[in-house]
């Protein structure tokens, strides 16, 4: 196999082919140290009202009866940072000795209070001592040390507490908070939310405490995986080792929740990197625990899996997206989005037009009428079962290739080897679907074609490791110069739901972050449940294709201003189906105004009953009574020509 000239591989990671977790230091937090060996630690935050310490108490108790081990609350103030006090007590009285930690925004003097009570204080660089009013601030190097001086004089305190009470601390940078001064020197990336942690970690060292966590908190996948690689560069080259915690913020609610966070966070545990993590849904904090530990769970074992030829260098750079290029062929490949390929060839019983209602196409039997929905499946694999009847316009079958050559019009073969490939006379003189294993690129059989513009390869693996043994197959096309389009396709054996769709969230989601892959293909023994809805919704997770509404919502705590759940549930209900726009709904201001410039609209908690409406990152409307706020969003919405109608049924 060749390899190009690249970028090393330590840079980010150990390796890129054997599974190894990264080792970074162990952190003391309470009895529950983080980092070393010991095993991934799963962790949520409380979404009570820190001042009713009953109702924290409780909720506390059914996320660490959950598996929670680490519980974290809101300080928004001195008063909150007191009560952590009260909440300890009767914790510690209950029985419970799981590790609090207080999460700080806006208020040192909240944060110097909490750290003499629990284990451990999480600090937002980006609004600790700096602001954030979206301006644009000219420095140079004198006034920016000036402002880095100001910055350690209102820290240093913290640190010093932290250190003499035994006090971790985690640094944790968020995308939607990155300040001003930040901004205007680095820009809205993830360098800049790097940096923004990197000045607050050397005044650490510079202190010498070292009981430090970082975090590179993004509610879009792509910039939070790209900041915790360049992370791990930056502190590779400064001697550091910190541990790290994993965890995709405002990731929504549901399926679409769960996948955007296992893309995400997945990604980098795939890589071995990542000692903590928390799965933020905006649903109640106790549901996200299991979600943490299933995605978690199956690294138990991982380091046992087949193993991969090594990668010494990479052919593209991991910390920036570049799609790779590939050629046209039919409409996969080139500048054409990614396609999802639905599987019936599991199906028992006769294909009929009823079937491919799974797959997002409705057949209407009075005016013989096809409707495809926007997550409808684009091409549709059926392997030796033939279909006797009309697709949708613009839909094509997939037959194994035996069967298609006696079955040929509007299908295309699909090949389960190169070897057979090669071999056979019946091939399609327009599209060719052809498995394509990590064995196959030992020889030079990839060199042998690679002027066939006919082919799309479908990469499978059955290894315990497969998305690493996928990404090498991938690596291995690029090194040649073999641009053939490329679906990725995966099994999963489970027949439950959520296995199936953190796991392919995971498997096949690292390789579009990293720009890889033309088409999908997913495959699970779930009885009549269509997996349609998990390759969209992988797709719309990665940005590759935007299918349906985006929703950015926070998973509440006790700053949030509003019943966070309830407001989602009616926004989603009147807004599901504005395909391609971004919707924001945050709880308070603390990422609002920021991870508003991700999304087109805003809805932002800025009182008790007020509500902020956003255009962008702009500010429209201020303090509108909760009652009206839906409404207003959805008349902000049609002012802006961003509405259609939903579209009513013949």
Known sequence: MSTETGLL????????????????????????PLGGNYPIRVQSMTTTDTLDTMGTVEQSIRMIEAGCEYVRITAPSLKEAENLQNIKNELRKRGYKTPLVADIHFTPNAAEVAARIVEKVRVNPGNYADKKKFEHIEYNDATYTTELERIRQRFVPLVKICKEHGTAMRIGANHGSLSDRIMSRYGDTPLGMVESALEFLRICEENDFKEIVLSMNSSNPLVMVQAYRLLIEKMNAEGMNYPLHLGVTEAGEGEDGRIKSAAGIGTLLEDGIGDTIR????EDPEFEIPVAKMLVGRYADRAKHAPITPIAELPYNPTEYKKRETREAGNFGGKNHPKIIGDLSNRKEEITQASLFTVGHSYNVNTSVWKSFDQAADYI????????????????????????????????????????????????????FVSLKVEDIKGDVIDKLNNDKTIV???????????????????????????????????????????????????????????????????ADIPGRSLNSIGFGILQATRTR??????????????????LQQVTAKIHERTSHLKGVKIGIMGCVVNGPGEMADADYGYVGTGVGKITLYKGKEVVQRNIASEQAVDALIKLIKDNGDWVEIPTES
């Open 9 to 32: 591989v330590k840079n980010y990671c150990d390796s890129l082919t054997t599974y190894t977790r990264r080792k970074s230091r162990v952190v003391h937090i309470g009895d529950v």
């Open 279 to 282: 799965v933020s849904l905006t």
């Open 381 to 432: 694999f059926t392997g030796d079962k033939t279909i006797s009847f009309d697709l949708p316009d613009g839909i094509f079958a997939i037959y194994n290739s035996d069967t298609w050559k006696n079955n040929q019009t509007h299908s295309f073969p699909f090949f389960k080897s190169v070897t057979a490939y090669l071999q056979t006379t019946g091939k399609s003189t327009a599209l060719n």
């Open 457 to 523: 390869w479908v990469v499978e693996t059955n290894n315990l490791h497969g998305m690493a043994e996928q990404r090498r197959i991938f690596i291995e096309l690029i090194s040649r110069k073999n641009d053939a389009p490329v679906i990725i396709k995966r099994r999963y054996e489970s027949g439950l739901d959520d296995v199936v769709r953190l796991y392919a969230a995971t498997d096949t989601g690292a390789l579009f972050i990293d720009g890889m892959g033309e088409g999908l293909w997913l495959d």
């Open 546 to 563: 935007i299918s349906k509404t985006e929703y950015i919502s926070c998973p509440s705590c006790g700053r949030t201003l509003f019943n």
